[in-house]
């Protein structure tokens, strides 16, 4: 017979025996002990793994031996489901060091880009004007069909280590080591001098100096031959903008426009605007100014006195006018209150206004039958008239930023194209009218004025008071070195 030893501690003395009856029992018991654990954490994990999937949106799939993992849901645009068709994330923030890595190194295109540029589109090819060219009566209406609101990479951005002289990639450095992008327009040189925002830049015809006026009170004249400042006059006031019509120099500033003939020396102050005048513009035989108020004075010029003498003054705006525009017998206005009105040059009343914008209304252009309208709410609408002569919008270009200027021009080989100057410190050129983008201007700051010159010279002045010369390329080049 044999002994059964016991185990002096009671404790475990249930499963330590030399019986095979209680050595088996023990061993059950050890099983279903492991198992009611095994199932307990089981049941832990799908209870957070519900509370994790309910407070942050997770999806989980079942792996090998009952392992739960979790894994974030990512929605994947159409264009980019299967094959790691998505853009890395490090790479945008400049940090990627995988090579290769499973990821895309580069932007995906947009819904609407296209490489096709139109080149021989009908319709736009109207006279030269300093802004844009005027109404020719043509009817082409197919705004934004070829390519446009193209998708730009992330890339396209000017290096801020070499904007300081302290880059050390070379060209090795993925963000751009000059002022432009494009390979139709070349920077002729910079003129610095003013040191604040540039607001108005007037060439007039016939002359060589070149005249700008900055909110640092002053006017500078430059010549246009050596690119040198040779003058500089201190007006004690901030300059709100700056035209020239025949010989007279006109410059806005708060309740006073000044006039100067550049040919015979004489000057003129015209009292009447209420704080800033922030947009001057000539229409037939009157001087039109857009003032802070809201309202816009008339004078009109009398050749027996050599001066300016005040005809009207239109009113219906309720905030400051901040831009206008004379064509095809119209004045065109654009104010703070988000209106375009229209006004006839005939008996100077308003004829329609315009409410589509939802924010100010900053920069407006002719171009052939068209209206150009831009507004800091993002946007350039296309207006056309309709049966009646009302104006409505027919096509309406989408910028990621609020729009700050517009100016026409043509380029070297007469095609028609937009400057349009956005608050991200950046002047992109479309062709028109597809608004494919074929180039881009940068700067350390908004670029709030733009002016045409002769012989395929445009000026941009931005908010650090830098003016840049800039020359239509006749043959492809590269972009421009500062």
């Not at 995988?98 to 490489?115: A, D, I, T, V």
């Not at 049966?387 to 919008?393: A, D, K, Y």
């Amino acid at each position: 017979m044999s002994r059964r030893l016991r185990d002096p501690n009671p404790i475990t003395s249930n499963r330590v025996n030399t019986g095979g009856y209680g050595q088996m029992v023990a061993c059950v018991r050890l099983k279903d002990r492991s198992y009611f654990r095994s199932s307990l954490r089981i049941q832990r994990q799908k209870e957070r793994a519900r509370q994790i999937q309910k407070a942050y949106g997770f999806r989980f799939e079942r792996r090998q031996q009952a392992s739960l993992r979790p894994t974030r849901r990512v929605d994947r645009p159409a264009a980019a489901k299967g094959s790691r068709q998505e853009v890395c994330s490090y790479w945008r923030a400049g940090r990627c060091n995988r090579n290769p890595c499973q990821f895309l190194h580069r932007e995906l295109p947009g819904p609407g880009y296209s490489n096709k540029r139109v080149a021989d589109e009908p319709g736009f090819a109207g006279p030269s004007h300093r802004r844009g060219p005027g109404f020719n009566g043509n009817s082409s209406n197919n705004w934004g069909r070829f390519g446009g609101n193209r998708t730009v990479t992330k890339t396209e951005k000017v290096c801020r280590y070499w904007v300081d002289g302290s880059c050390s990639h070379g060209d090795k450095c993925r963000y751009l080591h000059c002022w432009s992008n494009g390979d139709s327009f070349s920077l002729l040189t910079q003129l610095d001098g003013h040191e604040m925002l540039v607001t108005g830049i007037a060439l007039p015809s016939g002359s060589d100096k070149l005249y700008t006026g900055s909110k640092d009170e002053t006017i500078r004249l430059w010549d246009c031959a050596s690119g040198q400042c040779t003058s500089v006059l201190n007006l004690g006031a901030e300059v709100g903008c700056v035209i020239s019509e025949g010989p007279w120099l006109l410059v806005g500033m708060p309740n006073l426009v000044k006039a100067w003939n550049i040919e015979t020396n004489a000057d003129q102050s015209l009292s009447g605007p209420i704080g800033q005048v922030y947009s001057l513009v000539v229409g037939t035989d009157l001087l039109f100014a857009g003032t802070q108020d809201g309202s816009i004075l008339a004078w009109r010029y009398s050749a027996a006195t050599n001066c300016f003498e005040p005809a009207a003054s239109l009113t219906g705006h309720t905030l400051g006018v901040v831009t206008l525009y004379v064509g095809a017998n119209r004045l065109y206005s654009g104010s703070m209150d988000k209106s375009i009105k229209v006004w006839s040059l005939d008996n100077l009343q308003c004829i329609q206004t315009l409410t589509d914008h939802t924010s100010v209304v900053m920069s407006l252009i002719c171009w052939d039958q068209f209206l150009l309208s831009c507004s800091l709410d993002n946007t350039v609408k296309i207006w056309a008239a309709v049966e009646g002569g009302n104006l409505e919008v027919t096509y309406t270009h989408k910028e990621e930023h609020g729009v700050l200027a517009l100016c026409g021009v043509h380029d070297a080989e007469a095609k028609p194209v937009l400057l349009c100057s956005c608050n991200d410190s950046a002047l992109r050129l479309y062709d028109l009218p597809s608004f494919t983008e074929r180039g881009k201007i940068f700067a350390k700051q908004e670029i709030r004025s733009i002016q045409i010159g002769q012989g395929g010279i445009f000026f941009t002045g931005d908010g650090t008071g830098q003016v840049k010369v800039w020359k239509w390329s006749t043959a492809p080049t590269t972009a421009a070195m500062s």
